[in-house]
């Protein structure tokens, strides 16, 4: 009987782990499951190790950080950092972080009129703004990177050269495109070879390590 009771117990912890939460007023803290930040709400820090992490609009909150699942932050919302390993980040319209966004494994995207203050950075995935504004450059390694609309990037962009490690099995060419309308100030540096398309209607600063490709109209070749 003691048993029984013992495994009932067991499995309803197993099952409820990975419910999502609502976070309280001060920050939540969570080893397994995703965290959930409503509308309006003024919050601290936000952390998990397994779960996602989802911002809703006009809330505010610390530092966002999780280890395996994707962070989201809603439109108008705002925080300190957004940091995660395994996942993705994506700031919707107006969204603000005043700090670093950054992931190992995934894709970060920012959408109309989103902001990133700090570094904007990750190792695999793609990087996308639209109509964004990324303060202080854009770092990757394996990522293709999409800067497209109004988008304005301040502090340069870098593609890193590959590790002499678990990266080097990965020899393809990361895609670099700088639509029409958008702008990059400072040095664009590329330790490894990208392809690099930038519209004869961006702004670009000195590019080091590869020889842009001009492209008219919305698109650059396939």
């Known amino acids: 009987m003691r048993s029984h009771a013992l495994l009932t117990a067991i499995l309803f912890l197993s099952l409820t782990a990975g419910c999502s939460k609502d976070s309280e007023i001060g920050g939540t803290t969570r080893v397994n499951?995703?965290?959930?930040?409503?509308?309006?709400q003024q919050n601290g820090n936000v952390t998990t190790v397994n779960g996602a992490i989802s911002i809703d609009e006009k809330a505010t909150f610390g530092s966002a950080d999780t280890v395996n699942g994707d962070i989201y932050v809603g439109a108008h919302a705002s925080g300190a950092s957004a940091k995660t390993v395994n996942?993705?980040?994506t700031l919707d319209t107006d969204a603000r972080i005043g700090g670093e966004i950054a992931s190992v494994n995934g894709l970060l995207r920012l959408n109309d009129g989103a902001e990133v203050a700090g570094p904007l950075g990750n190792v695999n995935g793609g990087i996308s703004?639209?109509?964004a504004h990324a303060a202080q450059g854009i770092d990757t390694v394996n990522g293709d990177i999409s800067i497209l609309g109004a988008s304005r990037v301040e502090g340069g962009l870098r593609v890193k050269k590959l590790s002499m490690g678990v990266l080097t099995y990965d020899k393809s060419e990361p895609r670099i495109i700088i639509g029409p309308g958008a702008t990059v100030q400072g040095e664009m540096r590329f330790e490894r070879k990208v392809k690099l398309y930038v519209s004869d209607k961006a702004t670009i600063g000195p590019v080091t390590g590869a020889t842009p490709i001009a492209f008219s109209g919305d698109n650059p070749p396939a």
């Open 33 to 40: 499951g995703s965290i959930h930040v409503m509308a309006g």
């Open 129 to 131: 703004l639209t109509n």
């Open 87 to 89: 996942g993705n980040v």
